[in-house]
């Protein structure tokens, strides 16, 4: 039986990360806080100046594939849908749980135990995370949906 190929992180220019979403709002032409759906309809509308907004985050990530059924976490554990969250791990520490207490993008309770089981770029502070919704569009409509201004969320795209 083949082992399933997935994505995991390899590592970072090491520049700060910058939201295009903020970038957009700034500019008057989304609404704030901005949605993953409302900076790719600005985008798709406006692709001649796509390029210059997205260079706008001088942060890359660079990725390696992986031989396992889902994308790592930077505690080397296999991430899965509504169980995890990456974290500041300078206040939070790595495989710790933790009750998640917010509401989705549609404005519904989203009440769990989740585990800090992931770091990002973007996740500063003792109160951000990143909740994973999973894998595919519908996770990615919901992920792209949150307005939280603690808990950003993260999907993969179904390979």
Not at 31 to 39: D, G, H, N, V
Not at 57 to 81: D, H, M, Q, W
Not at 97 to 123: H, K, Y
């Amino acid at each position: 039986m083949a082992v399933p190929c997935s994505v995991g992180y390899a590592g970072a220019n090491g520049q700060s990360y910058v939201a295009i979403g903020h970038v957009l709002a700034e500019m008057g032409v989304v609404k704030k806080p901005a949605t993953m759906q409302s900076i790719r309809a600005w985008l798709n509308a406006h692709p001649e100046f796509a390029d210059d907004v997205m260079n706008e985050n001088p942060s890359y990530v660079f990725f390696r594939i992986l031989k396992t059924e889902g994308p790592l976490g930077r505690a080397r554990r296999c991430t899965y849908a509504w169980t995890q969250l990456a974290v500041d791990s300078s206040h939070l520490p790595l495989g710790v749980p933790l009750w998640l207490d917010t509401a989705d993008g549609a404005g519904m309770p989203l009440r769990r135990v989740v585990v800090a089981q992931d770091t990002g770029g973007a996740i500063k502070g003792p109160v951000r995370g990143d909740f994973f919704w999973g894998f595919g569009k519908d996770a990615g409509t919901q992920a792209g949906m949150m307005q939280s201004s603690d808990i950003i969320t993260s999907c993969f795209p179904r390979q």
